[in-house]
């Protein structure tokens, strides 16, 4: 019932940022890339804001742990479509926004961008390696959220389709999110017996 | 995990979130070099600065800069762009250059939205275009010079969304 409550709220979350991005003035006759690169970012942030609620949902159903997966792959994905759509727009433009130079909302895109690369290569260690689970843990969650505040960060400074109303929602995901991680951390200890054996493994998510 | 683990662990995330605080820091609102030069009707127009030092291009000035833009192409209204063109040095105002102008507007992105003038008798410069919409997050307005009599300069500085003019005075240092 939980899990299908957040499938709900979730599939609300994407329809309503998209509404909110395609309505925009911003949007106004502009061009393909720059409406699917605005499509890409919004969704990506939604999904992003959900993770850690999924994987609180995870410790108890697989589904939600493979939805988990596949939505952080999926936001990863995401991210790089926003990008490249703003590549067709402007090549000079992105270079110059991940450059040194670059205003400070790219260097939050940029920094959030390396952070989801690390939480999903911790992800896909946790799933495939027992090394140091407990660390990969605390590691994958505080990569996570450092993305989820970059990412918004960078979308509350940016002028485009999500000003006005749009920031209003920005922050409640970011919200949402930091809660989530909060409750998946809290969760976990709650549930698991600490122990630093060698080799031990925790549950697979977190 | 053991005690010393979890030290290590804290310092690295601690390490982490001062790194990204510094690096934060450490960039500019807007870009490099970058200024806010919008304005709204009745502003008052900054006097040069004493012995008018050379404009430096600032990075990103030349982003999607196309030689040669249209003499007095007609950009829409709403919105003015104006300056003084001077001599680096003597601050003798500089006539009959040419200065090109490029902005993403309502009625298309940087590189359809381009023209060039030429400075007065008194050096001055005047482009009026729609209004400003953000690129890349702000909107931009990019001016230069690219002739020869004087060393090339590009020059990005943004706006507010809700401004209506802007002021972008150069000092062009002879070649």
Redesign the interface.
């Known amino acids: 019932m939980r899990a299908r409550a957040a499938a709900l709220l979730l599939c609300a979350a994407v329809a309503g940022l998209v509404w909110l991005a395609l309505t925009s003035s911003?949007l106004?006759?502009g061009?393909a890339a720059l409406v699917v690169s605005a499509v890409a970012a919004a969704v990506a942030t939604v999904l992003i804001a959900f993770q850690p609620l999924l994987a609180v949902l995870a410790r108890s159903r697989p589904a939600a742990f493979r939805g988990h997966l596949a939505l952080g792959l999926a936001a990863l994905v995401l991210v790089l479509v926003h990008v490249a759509a703003?590549w067709l727009?402007?090549p000079?433009?992105?270079l110059?926004?991940i450059?040194?130079?670059?205003?400070?909302?790219?260097?939050?895109a940029v920094?959030a961008t390396v952070a989801l690369v690390i939480v999903v290569v911790l992800g896909i260690v946790r799933r495939w390696s027992s090394y140091?689970p407990?660390?990969t843990r605390?590691?994958h969650a505080?990569f996570g959220s450092?993305t989820l505040l970059?990412g918004v960060g960078h979308a509350v400074?940016?002028?485009?389709a999500l000003d006005g109303p749009g920031t209003a929602a920005l922050l409640l995901l970011a919200a949402l999110g930091v809660a989530g991680i909060a409750a998946a951390q809290t969760t976990h200890l709650g549930s698991s017996a600490p122990s630093?054996a060698p080799g031990e493994v925790d549950d697979p998510v977190g | 995990m053991n005690r010393t683990r979890m030290i290590v662990l804290v310092g690295f995330m601690v390490l982490v979130v001062a790194g990204v605080g510094v690096a934060l820091f450490a960039s500019d609102l807007s870009g490099t070099g970058a200024q806010n030069v919008g304005s709204r009707p009745g502003n008052a127009t900054a006097a040069p600065a004493e012995g008018c030092p050379a404009t430096r291009s600032n990075p990103g000035g030349d982003n999607n800069y196309i030689p040669d833009a249209p003499p007095g192409e007609d950009l829409g209204d709403g919105f003015v762009i104006q300056g003084v063109v001077r001599q680096a040095g003597d601050c003798r105002p500089l006539p009959d250059v040419r200065i090109q102008v490029w902005l993403a507007t309502r009625t298309g992105g940087e590189s359809d939205n381009r023209t060039s003038v030429r400075t007065d008798a008194q050096g001055r410069y005047r482009v009026e275009t729609a209004p400003t919409v953000a690129q890349f997050g702000e909107p931009n307005i990019h001016v230069g010079y690219d002739d020869d009599a004087y060393e090339a300069v590009f020059i990005r500085n943004v706006v507010d969304l809700d401004d209506t003019a802007a002021t972008i005075d150069l000092n062009l240092r002879p070649r």
Do not use: N, Y
């Open positions: 911003h106004d006759a061009p703003l727009l402007s000079e433009d992105v110059f926004a450059s040194p130079d670059g205003p400070t909302r790219a260097r939050m920094l140091a407990q660390a605390i590691l505080f450092l970059l400074l940016t002028d485009g630093s």
